[in-house]
Nanobody, 116 residues
Framework: QVQLVESGGGLVQPGGSLRLSCAAS????????MNWYRQAPGKEREFVAL????????NYLASVKGRATISRDNAKNTVYLQMNNLNTDDSAVYYC?????????WGQGTQVTVSS
């Protein structure tokens, strides 16, 4: 079955960087777009970044554009989110997701906390 497993979160100081990973299994990864979302306490889950199946197409939430880079390694069935110059507004649980055969799948999330 489809599985998505995020990792790479943690505690980072303002201005710092993190690289999040999402390892996928149970489907032909290279055929599907992948997304990152995040949810902060008391807020709705929001879109962060999208990458097309070949990696040529990307899209970002306006507030992370220029600070975030989404990428993928289709040989490793993994999608990444590099986040730089983090600020407290970036603190959230980060999730990856994908639509496979008409069903939306989510990972369990990885916590990112930006604090001094």
């Amino acid at each position: 079955q489809v599985q998505l497993v995020e990792s790479g979160g943690g505690l980072v100081q303002p201005g710092g960087s993190l690289r999040l990973s999402c390892a996928a299994s149970g489907f032909t990864f290279s055929n599907y777009n992948m997304n990152w979302y995040r949810q902060a306490p008391g807020k709705e889950r929001e879109f962060v970044a999208l990458i097309g199946d070949t990696g040529l197409v990307t899209n970002y939430l306006a507030s992370v554009k220029g600070r975030a880079t989404i990428s993928r390694d289709n040989a490793k069935n993994t999608v990444y989110l590099q986040m730089n110059n983090l600020n407290t507004d970036d603190s959230a649980v980060y999730y990856c997701n994908t639509w496979v055969h008409g069903k939306l799948y989510w990972g369990q999330g990885t916590q990112v906390t930006v604090s001094s």
